[in-house]
């Protein structure tokens, strides 16, 4: 018993020094990220909670912050250090993680499912921007361009990125702008010249107003729902 | 008698010797400059006194590390003249400038007064970008943002700000609200959403100020951002409709002048729309100052813009191609571009200058006619006698302007130009001599490792005709230079030169009077290189330059010709972008094509160092110069040595700037300056000048600031001492909601130089969008028994 006592009161002074400890990992709570624009159905909810909760827009996003979008829906979101933009296409979900050390900030956006395009500008030396699948990590330098979770694929508009497949072989590789990248299934990086279809998926990718198209027939009113680009 | 004439001559000298002296003017009130920032457009403002006929105001500005002025017509509205000055020329730690102000009568007065022999230009500090600027990021909205009410928030981020920074301290304003206290702090995020207060928001153009200070309470940065809010189904509309912005503006004032009233009415009018990506503006400027016997006064403008690739401008514009070539000269006509970034063109055409008639001073006969170069001879039949004595007219001048080039320019650009300028000589009875004009031209930019490596280069070569009045020469007129055989004295074919002839008159008329005479010598050749590279926080520039003597553009008025020579600068940033170290290295000189009596040298050599600390200090720089100017005339060549130039001008400047809190923030500015002119040729003229001033601005209160400024100048040439005292004294307040804004500006000057002087305006909003402002300004000279003053009143309506 009193074994189980000394185990107990250990294991609470060790709970207690670990989140003492996690507390001040957290003294800062400045947002990674804010929500800077909404289309239709966007979902948040924070790293300590299990329901989701519509997102607003500028609902600030802390570190692990989940984001899910629904269909037809789009997320843009802005990291609070300036340091760029993400556009979170439908059906996708997504964590930011942001590690603040001094003047600096480390990002990295786990995509669970779906697309997400980026504008990334230029990373001080001491800073990462990493995008993270199931089967990649993809670390940025100042670039645009799309990752789509899905697929296992990256197409780089301009800039440079850094490659690694987590899987399988677990390649790595550099991709340049006007490029794309693919995971495959045994961990090998395919690097390609971007086909027509993927470049057009890039600029697809950064439409992020929706505009309708009102059509009156005999049988009542017909919304058409088309994506406008951005300025 | 002669005693008193003798009296009255030795008062004039001097006081026209003082007016020489002066750093101060009679034609120019004030000039504002906004702040000046590397890389960042500088806007000149100059309020002219109310002195009747100016017909120009040119500004000179010249960068620290270089030696030749450029020139730039300011665009003059009513009582004052502006003029924007792209980025490109903005650098770090000083420019030099002055105005040139040109009068209808073809006199020419510069501000300072006496530039260049009797005072030197003005110098403003230019600053660094600062990294405080990339410490506090406004994330939303961004600027120039159209934000719905209902969806807006702020965001200011301090995640890269300095430790330094106190950010629980923040202000945060939307126009003159403070939004402080609505504000959310989250960690180093500061949020602000409408959607909570929705009295604290309006709708309209909002400027957001965030003012950001120290662990000492004191002012760190201060960061702006203006976006524009709006109701959901206006943004939405917005969207898909015409946005039109504008003003119009009604203004009549009197200015007296030397017992000269004159009555001045204006009335301008500016319309910006934008529908999606095009932009259409319009301005409109008319004023009783228009005249036909002299260049137009008013101003018409029209602009249609689609993204950034394609647009026209109609009436009065201001195209730029290759500074050697056009530079914003004033053209009435139609000017655009297409850029398509591997294929882009740029064309300009139009007039330059109006027609004006010459006046007949006086007509002769066949028999009494003098021979003077203004007596011509004359339609009797209309005139009545066959020759007269005139005043010359000015033919109207039409330009065409074309340059195609290859590359976007955000990597590559190779460009070529073609001007093609002439003058009308049917277009006025008295004239003399009309010209025509052709240059060709070269120039190519490349940025290399992120632009890191810039290398520009423009080359052009110009054709002048000075006399086209005759036309092309004619085949009689080339027999006549050929023997039977063909060949001529001076080694030419015949038809080797009639077929040149025919090939170049179809670009400029050819005759005798057509130049450049020996084009072998590159006269008529002008180029400049220049490579600069940024690497490990240097900015190191190399130029060249080469300019014949005989280099001409209808495009550019302005241009030194008959130089040649280096200009090395290298700009070194230290101590976190702290402290910047400036040293620059130029050495040129004239007589290029042998048609001076000796040649001059020019060596400049320029060093500064600035100091812009992130700590509770002064902003110093301080700066040294020395110019040296020597040809090669011997003072024993006593021919020629009344022509002899060797002097040293040696420059020490001070500046230091702070603010500070004294019960309130004060900003303050003090600079001193010593410069030595020794002149070693025989005429031994050394001059010596300092000038000192402290200027303080006070913010009292959100509606009450103040300005005591102080300037010192004194000079000796020679035996003779110089000096006057400039005291200003300002304020500005606000009352009555804001709807009342008064400015008041007293500047009084002792001492050899006597002027009092006052300029008050009141401005005040009728309604939201209508606002009346009334000006006057008096200043008086007892010592010339001079009084002038003007008062106006403008209307100005906001669309």
Known sequence: MKIIKQVFFFTLFIGIALAFTAGNFHDDQTPVALVKKI?????????????????????????????????????????????????????????????????????NTFIQEGVVGFEV?????????????????????????VIDGDQNKVLCESGLIEL??????????????????QVTEDGQLKIYEMTDAEKQQLQQTKQITIKKIRVETEDGTLEVEYYEEEE | MKQYKLITAVLILFLALSELQAQVSNTVSNVKISQAIEGKPVKFSVSLYPVPGISEVVLAYKPYDESIFEYFDMELLGDSAIYTLSGDYVRTPLFSYYLSIEFETGVVETYPLGIPET????????????????????????????????????????????????????????????????????????????????????????????????????PYHTVNSDFTVLTSTELAEAQKQFITNGSIEAESRNQSYNDQSTWFNNLSVNLKNTYDDLRLNAKVYVTSEEKADRQPRNRFRGEVQYQDWLSAEFGDTYPKLPTYILNGKRVRGVSGFINLGFFNIEATYGQVRRSIEGTIIEKYNRLNAPLASNVIAIDSARYGDPFAAVNFGTYDRQ????????????????????????????????????????????????????????????????????????????????????????SSSFGSDKDQFVTLKDIASTFITVNQYIGPLNPEELSSLAAEAELQLNYFNNRIRGSYIYRGNQYESFGQDFMVTDRKGINISDRIRMIDNQVFFTVSYESLEDNLQNTLLSTTKYDNLNTSVSYFPRIDFPAITLSYKNRTRQNDIAPTDTVNNIFMIDDVTSTILAKLSYDFIAGVKHNTNFSISNIGFEDESISDLDQTFVTASLNVSSFWNRDLNSTVGFTSYSSTAGDQDYSYFLLSLGASYRLLDDKLNLNLNINPSFGDFKRNGFDFTAQYALMQNLSAIFQLRYYSMPDLNTTNSVAGLRLRYTL
Do not use: C
């Not at chain 1, 677990?170 to 991709?175: P, Q, S, Y």
């Not at chain 2, 990294?131 to 969806?151: C, F, M, R, T, W």
């Open chain 2, 399 to 486: 330009l065409f302007a074309l340059r195609p080039s290859f590359g976007a320019g955000e990597i590559f650009q190779w460009g070529f130009t073609y001007l093609h300028g002439k003058d009308d000589p049917n277009s006025i009875d008295f004239g003399s001599r009309p010209r025509e004009n052709v240059v060709l031209g070269t120039d190519m930019k490349l940025n290399l490792d992120e632009r890191r490596i810039q290398l520009r280069t423009q080359a052009s070569v110009s054709l002048i005709n000075d006399d086209i009045s005759s036309g092309d020469i004619t085949d009689e007129q080339i027999d006549s230079l050929f023997s039977g055989d063909g």
């Open chain 1, 121 to 145: 500008n230029k990373q001080s030396e001491d800073e990462e921007f990493k995008f993270t699948t199931p089967t990649m990590v993809a670390s940025i330098r100042g670039t645009e361009g």
């Open chain 2, 119 to 218: 005072a030197v230009p003005l110098e403003v500090t230019v600053r660094a970008p600062s990294v405080k600027d990339s410490e506090i990021i406004v994330l939303s909205p961004a600027p120039g943002e159209k934000v719905a009410i209902n969806d807006m928030f702020i965001s200011v981020s301090m995640i890269k700000a300095s430790e330094d920074v106190d950010i629980g301290a923040t202000k945060l304003y939307l126009g003159d609200v403070d939004i402080t206290q609505y504000a959310l702090f989250a960690g180093d995020l500061i949020l602000f959403y409408a959607e909570n207060f929705p009295d604290a928001v309006s709708l309209g153009d909002k400027s957001l100020k965030v003012e950001v200070f120290n662990k000492n309470g004191e």
């Open chain 1, 164 to 181: 690694a497949a987590l899987i399988g072989q677990k390649e790595t590789g550099v991709l340049t702008g006007g490029n794309a990248a």
């Open chain 1, 39 to 107: 289309v239709k159905d966007v979902q948040y909810k924070s790293a300590d909670e299990t329901d989701w909760e519509a997102a607003k827009m500028g609902e600030p996003l802390m570190d692990g912050g989940e984001v899910k979008t629904g269909f037809q829906s789009l997320a843009l979101v802005l990291f609070t250090d300036g340091s760029g933009l993400l556009r979170v296409r439908e059906n996708s979900i997504l964590n930011i993680y942001g590690e603040k050390s001094k003047r600096a900030m480390n990002k």
